[in-house]
């Protein structure tokens, strides 16, 4: 089993110096009403990762376009749902992780899913499963029709994700009823304290 969650929900209070925040959408992009989209409105240093193609998509074209997102936010928060935790899963494997300071990882689909859109996503097949050079947290769901919980706790062992259970939760967009997503901030900002924690140990001197 993948560690339990220590990510408490409370509410969002920002931070004196807020990280930039980099949306990662999955395939079709996110709809206006999505959280993602609600986020990328409402965080402060938030910006979408945008794609030349969201209906067709290459592993090569979409980490390149991630790749240059970070280089222009360094120390970002990657969010990213469906079919962009892939993404974040190959980007790090390539660079390392370079410039990432943590990433959210939500409903993460399962590229080896049959049927059509399990064949749009096969470029990114396997996903990487080795640790995420950054903290992470993985959320999902009980019945998320594009990955079982089985698969997605899986995905968050091989990572060393924190991981989070949100139960009968759909695919976590706005058909299941996840707007603005409340709870999603609250664990996003559990996140953010946690990187600023393992920086803040980073920076510290050793004592002798």
Same mark, same amino acid.
């Given at each position: 089993?993948?560690?339990?969650?220590?990510?408490?929900?409370?509410?969002?209070?920002?931070? =004196?110096?807020?990280?930039?925040?980099?949306? #990662?959408?999955?395939?079709?992009?996110?709809?206006?009403?999505?959280?993602?989209?609600?986020?990328?409105? !409402?965080?402060?240093?938030?910006?979408?990762?945008?794609?030349?193609?969201?209906?067709?998509?290459?592993?090569?074209?979409? !980490?390149?376009?991630?790749?240059?997102? #970070?280089?222009? =936010?360094?120390?970002?928060?990657?969010?990213?749902?469906?079919?962009?935790?892939?993404?974040?899963?190959?980007?790090?494997?390539?660079?390392?992780?370079?410039?990432?300071?943590?990433?959210?990882? /939500?409903?993460?689909?399962? /590229?080896?899913?049959?049927?059509?859109?399990?064949?749009?996503?096969?470029?990114?097949?396997?996903?990487?499963?080795?640790?995420?050079?950054?903290?992470?947290? /993985?959320?999902?769901?009980?019945?998320?029709?594009?990955?079982?919980?089985?698969?997605?706790?899986?995905?968050?062992?091989?990572?060393?994700?924190?991981?989070?259970?949100?139960?009968?939760?759909?695919?976590?967009?706005?058909?299941?009823?996840?707007?603005?997503?409340? =709870?999603?901030?609250?664990?996003?900002?559990?996140?953010?304290?946690? #990187?600023?924690?393992?920086?803040?140990?980073?920076?510290?001197?050793?004592?002798?």
């Amino acid at each position: 089993m993948p560690p339990p969650s220590t990510f408490e929900p409370a509410a969002f209070r920002g931070y =004196r110096e807020d990280p930039p925040i980099l949306i #990662v959408p999955g395939l079709y992009n996110s709809g206006p009403d999505h959280w993602q989209s609600h986020w990328e409105r !409402t965080l402060p240093n938030a910006e979408r990762v945008e794609q030349q193609d969201w209906e067709r998509p290459l592993l090569g074209d979409w !980490t390149i376009s991630l790749a240059e997102a #970070v280089r222009r =936010r360094p120390g970002a928060i990657l969010v990213a749902h469906s079919l962009g935790c892939a993404l974040v899963a190959h980007f790090a494997q390539v660079t390392g992780g370079r410039g990432v300071g943590g990433a959210m990882l /939500v409903a993460p689909a399962d /590229v080896n899913r049959e049927g059509p859109a399990g064949r749009l996503l096969v470029g990114f097949s396997p996903i990487p499963r080795q640790r995420l050079p950054f903290p992470s947290l /993985v959320v999902a769901s009980r019945n998320d029709p594009y990955v079982e919980i089985e698969r997605a706790e899986a995905f968050a062992r091989g990572w060393g994700s924190e991981f989070v259970d949100l139960g009968r939760a759909g695919h976590i967009n706005v058909e299941s009823g996840h707007g603005a997503w409340s =709870r999603g901030r609250s664990l996003l900002n559990g996140l953010i304290r946690k #990187v600023a924690v393992q920086e803040s140990e980073t920076r510290a001197p050793r004592r002798p």
